[in-house]
């Protein structure tokens, strides 16, 4: 079993900037690709960013410019940083990741339990 933690949501003023860190456990033989997505209230969840295991990224239209994300291969952790946040960006921010278990030779895809995302204008 895999589990993913995040961490970094909270509060913060439209322009302001936030860190999530979003770390992965358990029985994990290799992180293929691993994703942000975000929801906000009324909305179906969208991607927000992702990196293959390559390192090659790709980020919705809407964040192009202000997010960055990043991982670190040796701490199964990938990160999400926020910055020139806009009202828009409030949401609750899910991590994801493609994670082929010990003793198996395919992927499943995990995701983490969320963090609230609150951007006030």
């Known amino acids: 079993q895999v589990q993913l933690v995040e961490s970094g949501g909270g509060l913060v003023q439209a322009g302001g900037s936030l860190r999530l860190s979003c770390a992965a456990s358990?029985?994990?033989?290799?992180?293929?690709?691993m994703g942000w997505y975000r929801q906000a209230p009324g909305k179906q969840r969208e991607l927000v960013a992702r990196i293959t295991s390559g390192g090659s990224i790709n980020y919705a239209d809407s964040v192009k410019g202000r997010f960055t994300i990043s991982r670190d291969n040796a701490k199964n952790t990938v990160y999400l940083q926020m910055n020139s946040l806009k009202p828009e960006d409030t949401a609750v921010y899910y991590c994801?990741?493609?994670?082929?278990?010990?003793?198996?030779?395919?992927?499943?895809?995990?995701w983490g339990q969320g963090t609230q995302v609150t951007v006030s204008s």
């Open positions: 358990g029985s994990i033989f290799r992180i293929n690709a």
């Open positions: 994801n990741a493609d994670v082929q278990s010990r003793g198996t030779y395919y992927s499943n895809r995990y």
